[in-house]
């Protein structure tokens, strides 16, 4: 058995199984409620701005994957409070300078310089805080296994986010608005996460010692090599809304609704499956000094890739015989036409996440990105060029087709070097004192 279940995670699949199904039905109801409050102009303004957000997050989502390789290992050590202490102290800088912009930003409209832009720019840096913060929490949970108080706080900061956008599009139709409602929001369920946090770490949390200098050390190297990764990662959805808001605001905000709803959906297939198998992933390549660990490891990855290919054929399966009922459901009569790209964009979406999470994961455990970073930017070169001049000829339809192209590519070559990756190890004589932090490909 490559995994023992007992009560406990019995416990964590039936939270859930009750939690997912409660986020994504409350997501569904306020997806429609947004989409008749809010029009696809609005909409797109709203994504534009949120672009600032996307880039200030790469250094906090680096951040991120740190605290899910190393909780555990420095947990172990009896160093939790040291830890969380670095990750915090990195956060804090990051949370000033992101403040510090966001006053020139607003600066620079007061001055008129940049036309209302300044203010957008300054809100969507802000919201990136409390969003950034309440991801890192939710993976210190996540590890810990507290699946109940994730899904919970799933639901609060993902389910309600539309209904929060469309009652501040009630109030006033404006993007300055719903970016104000977004940011109270998510400030209110971080803080929750953080007391329930707070609560059980209490005594840990007030270690006073730094962590020893090769550790931290390490722990920086980790870091900066993820924020490549992460650079890459962010840079998508960034160049995605420039290169469809130089054409239209109406083009973004079309393609923001589908986008979000496909990239949520298959978002909790694959953390509902990393819940389980990445706090034993990782711990295991930290303890790899044979062959026969090796291949332990191998089967424990090749057993998540498996468990995602198959929830997503079946999502993509239900959503292909469900279609028109889905759509008339979660958009309102002013977005009708994501009708003619919907599966398009789902089907991009799920190999992305494959490739991403399920591929890449193997370059997490091997402490080595280097590889998926390269493929993960050449795709992103290949398409949006390719997506603009569609855009240009065939509209959204066009840019939804140059988006499956470059997700497909990126499939394939991630799959290649996770193959090669495996033959270059299988093939390593291991020892005591070898550790495997340097796959090359």
Known sequence: MIIKFNKKHITELFAMVIGYPLMMGSIFIGNRFMTEVIPPHTMGMLGLAQTAG??????????????????????????????????????MKW??????????????????????????????????????????????????????????????????????????????????????????WSFLVTYSLWYFFNKKHNHELKASELLHIDEKSELNKYTRSMYSFQVVNNLQPFLERWVLGIFSPVYV???????????????????????????????????????????????????NIFLLIVLFALMLLFCMYFKDFLINCLFSSKYQEVKDYFMII??????????????SSIGQALKNMKVFVVIRFLSIVIYIPLGFLLTKT????????????????????SL???????IKHSKRNYNQHEMIADAVV
């Not at 555990?72 to 990195?90: D, Q």
């Not at 966001?102 to 209302?116: E, S």
């Not at 905000?253 to 198998?277: E, H, P």
């Open 253 to 303: 905000g079309l393609y923001m609704m589908v986008y979000g709803l496909s990239s949520l959906a298959t978002q909790i297939v694959s953390s509902t499956i990393n819940m389980f198998l990445y706090p034993i992933l990782f711990p295991k390549a930290d303890k790899i000094n044979s062959k026969d660990d090796f291949y332990s490891l191998l089967k424990l990855y090749i057993l």
């Open 95 to 184: 949370s000033v300078a992101i403040v510090a912009i966001a006053i020139v930003a607003c600066l620079f409209d007061l001055f008129g310089i940049t036309h209302h832009w300044g203010l957008l720019i300054a809100l969507g840096l802000l919201s990136s805080i409390p969003g950034a913060t309440y991801s890192l929490l939710s993976t210190c949970h996540n590890t810990e296994r507290r699946r109940f108080l994730v899904s919970i706080h799933m639901f609060l900061f993902s389910g309600l986010r539309p209904f929060v956008a469309g009652l501040m599009g009630l109030v006033l139709l404006r993007t300055e608005t719903i970016l104000i409602g977004y940011f109270v």
């Open 394 to 413: 065939n509209g959204l339809l066009g840019f939804s087709w140059s988006i499956l192209v470059g997700q497909l590519l990126l499939f394939v070559f």
């Open 346 to 359: 789902l089907l991009s979406q799920i190999l992305l996440q494959i490739s991403i999470v399920g591929f």
């Open 54 to 91: 996307i880039i200030a997050g790469i250094w906090p989502s680096g951040l991120a994957y740190t605290l899910g390789r190393y909780f555990i290992l420095f947990k172990s050590r009896n160093k939790l409070g040291e830890f969380v202490a670095y990750i915090n102290r990195c956060l």
């Open 416 to 422: 290649f070097a996770v193959i090669a990756i495996c």
